[in-house]
């Protein structure tokens, strides 16, 4: 499986973790997920030390934020109007055209330029990294063993510990 394939393995198994079956379904069911997890875990924090952005770029991502949060429309009590659109991503109302936002963000990013396109590169090499190939190994389990709540959507990705 690919890297990429791997993370989406990994996320499947931690979905599935906490799920119970019969006594015997848990037992064995539960073993599998957590001995497979062990043995894909050097592989996920390879995969986030190659992500892990510099001290340089968090200050970058740190001051963005505040410019964000000072230029963006404010609801009546002061608070900065924003939505949630997706995990971990917001969505701040009012900075869209705002031309001192934008020449706050412009002048901020030449400052940090070498932090951003050091950032560029990192995901450069972490998009050819989660192309390779890996060998993980995977502790397979009986289908009987799978919880009777599990979700075809939570089963999906983590087939491939299944067998019949």
């Given at each position: 499986?690919?890297?990429?394939?791997?993370?989406?393995?990994?996320?499947?198994?931690?979905?599935?973790?906490?799920?119970?079956?019969?006594?015997?379904?848990?037992?064995?069911?539960?073993?599998?997920?957590?001995?497979?997890?062990?043995?894909?875990?050097?592989?996920?924090?390879c995969h986030q030390?190659?992500?892990?952005?510099?001290?340089?770029?968090?200050?970058?991502?740190?001051?963005?934020?505040?410019?964000?949060?000072?230029?963006?429309?404010?609801?009546?009590?002061?608070?900065?109007?924003?939505?949630?659109?997706?995990?971990?991503?917001?969505l701040y109302e009012?900075?869209?055209?705002?031309?001192?936002?934008?020449?706050?963000?412009?002048?901020?990013?030449?400052?940090?330029?070498?932090?951003?396109?050091?950032?560029?590169k990192q995901k450069?090499?972490?998009?050819?990294?989660?192309?390779?190939?890996?060998?993980?190994?995977?502790?397979?389990?009986?289908?009987?063993?799978?919880?009777?709540?599990?979700?075809?959507?939570?089963?999906?990705?983590?087939?491939?510990?299944?067998?019949?």
């Amino acid at each position: 499986m690919t890297r990429q394939e791997l993370e989406v393995f990994n996320n499947g198994l931690e979905a599935v973790g906490e799920l119970r079956g019969t006594p015997e379904q848990e037992g064995k069911f539960v073993y599998a997920v957590s001995r497979t997890l062990l043995y894909c875990e050097p592989e996920i924090k390879c995969h986030q030390k190659v992500m892990k952005p510099s001290s340089e770029f968090i200050e970058y991502q740190n001051k963005f934020n505040n410019l964000l949060e000072e230029h963006c429309s404010k609801d009546k009590d002061g608070n900065p109007k924003k939505k949630i659109i997706g995990p971990g991503i917001m969505l701040y109302e009012g900075v869209e055209g705002n031309k001192k936002f934008e020449e706050a963000k412009v002048k901020l990013e030449k400052k940090y330029q070498k932090a951003l396109d050091e950032r560029e590169k990192q995901k450069k090499i972490y998009e050819k990294l989660m192309e390779e190939e890996v060998e993980v190994k995977i502790h397979k389990v009986k289908y009987k063993f799978v919880p009777t709540d599990i979700s075809s959507g939570q089963l999906k990705p983590i087939m491939v510990m299944i067998e019949d």
